[in-house]
């Protein structure tokens, strides 16, 4: 069974800088055939996307939000993606999901991904 830890949320100032982490365990195949996403939700707001990276296609995609402040990135020998954040904003604010689908396209659509964290807090303070 595929399982998604999360880990690297917390509190910072806005300006600040964050880096989350995904480990991904219980593959059935090589994590390279895997799209790792990220994504968000806010109090009262539907789940956006953040940023997903392709493995084998070696592609990255953002969401507007957040290109040219984010940066997610993969190292393999630890089957983890993370996700650097720059600039935070307040409106960062939110619980940060790691999402995973078995697929070499990366895509911003929640529901094209299987398998799902359990999500770190990321809060940003103006």
């Known amino acids: 069974q595929v399982q998604l830890v999360e880990s690297g949320g917390g509190l910072v100032q806005a300006g600040g800088s964050l880096r989350l982490s995904c480990e991904a365990s219980?593959?059935?195949?090589?994590?390279?055939?895997?799209?790792m996403g990220w994504f968000r939700q806010a109090p009262g707001k539907e789940r956006e996307f953040v940023a997903a990276v392709s493995w084998i296609a070696d592609t990255t995609r953002y969401g507007d939000s957040v290109r040219g402040r984010f940066t997610i990135s993969t190292d393999r020998a630890k089957n983890m993606v993370n996700l650097q954040m720059n600039s935070l904003k307040p409106e960062d604010t939110a619980i940060y999901y790691c999402?995973?689908?078995?697929?070499?396209?990366?895509?911003?659509?929640?529901?094209?991904?299987?398998?799902w964290g359990q999500g770190t807090q990321v809060t940003v303070s103006s």
């Open positions: 999402a995973a689908r078995r697929s070499i396209a990366t895509t911003p659509t929640a529901d094209d991904y299987a398998y």
């Open positions: 219980g593959l059935t195949i090589s994590v390279i055939n895997y799209v």
